[in-house]
T-cell receptor, first 113, second 110 residues
Framework: EAEVAQSPRYKITEKSQAVAFWCDPI?????LYWYRQILGQGPELLVQ????????DSQLPKDRFSAERLKGVDSTLKIQPAELGDSAMYLCASSLAGRETQYFGPGTRLLVL | GIQVEQSPPDLILQEGANSTLRCNFSDSVNNLQWFHQNPWGQLINLFYIPSGTKQNGRLSATTVATERYSLLYISSSQTTDSGVYFCAVITQGGSEKLVFGKGTKLTVNP
């Protein structure tokens, strides 16, 4: 069964450093999402791509976060500089199209010291 | 925006017991998904169920869209069912993001 791949699975960094997360969606899925999940809460959307275009980045802290999906396949989410409050699980999901079933990857757990 | 409320927030069961988890939402939806988040943090799809009833083994789900709620039934619970269960919805029109509830934390004791 096809799965969403993410790396790394865990990342420990010091505040003010740069970090990057990678996501490879299920083959053929045009829509890709990055969510952030703080401990004890449900995930919240950071950014949504349709192919290579950003559809929704209204909740992305653009002063420090950036995301790209250059060829409309895999995607990278970057934080620079990292802050203590960025410690969370970062989840990538994909779907055939918007409003269809979303499938999640295993996530990247980030700890900022 | 849409509000998604899940109940109960915590549930403790003995192995073999049955349970019902509830999800209420405040607006019309055209996507509703139930997920199980395992102890490692992976969100596992259980059901895509914007309306109607579905069953998969010991799990079943029912969504009554007109009354804006969904129920997840777990029968003959096992210790491996432990974890957090999330309901998430996409509203009709507007954003295509999933809006999650706060989850129900289920603990199944042997």
């Amino acid at each position: 069964e096809a799965e969403v791949a993410q790396s790394p699975r865990y990342k420990i960094t010091e505040k003010s450093q740069a970090v990057a997360f990678w996501c490879d969606p299920i083959s053929g899925h045009a829509t890709l999402y990055w969510y952030r999940q703080i401990l004890g809460q449900g995930p919240e959307l950071l950014v949504q791509f349709q192919d290579e275009s950003v559809v929704d980045d209204s909740q992305l802290p653009k002063d420090r976060f950036s995301a790209e999906r250059l060829k409309g396949v895999d995607s990278t989410l970057k934080i620079q500089p990292a802050e203590l409050g960025d410690s969370a699980m970062y989840l990538c999901a994909s779907s055939l199209a918007g409003r269809e079933t979303q499938y999640f990857g295993p996530g990247t757990r980030l700890l900022v010291l | 925006g849409i509000q998604v409320e899940q109940s109960p927030p915590d549930l403790i069961l003995q192995e073999g017991a049955n349970s019902t988890l509830r999800c209420n939402f405040s607006d019309s939806v055209n996507n509703l998904q139930w997920f199980h988040q395992n102890p490692w943090g992976q969100l596992i799809n259980l059901f895509y169920i914007p309306s109607g009833t579905k069953q998969n083994g010991r799990l079943s789900a029912t969504t009554v869209a007109t009354e804006r709620y969904s129920l997840l039934y777990i029968s003959s619970s096992q210790t491996t069912d432990s974890g957090v269960y999330f309901c998430a919805v996409i509203t009709q029109g507007g954003s295509e993001k999933l809006v999650f509830g706060k989850g129900t934390k289920l603990t199944v004791n042997p």
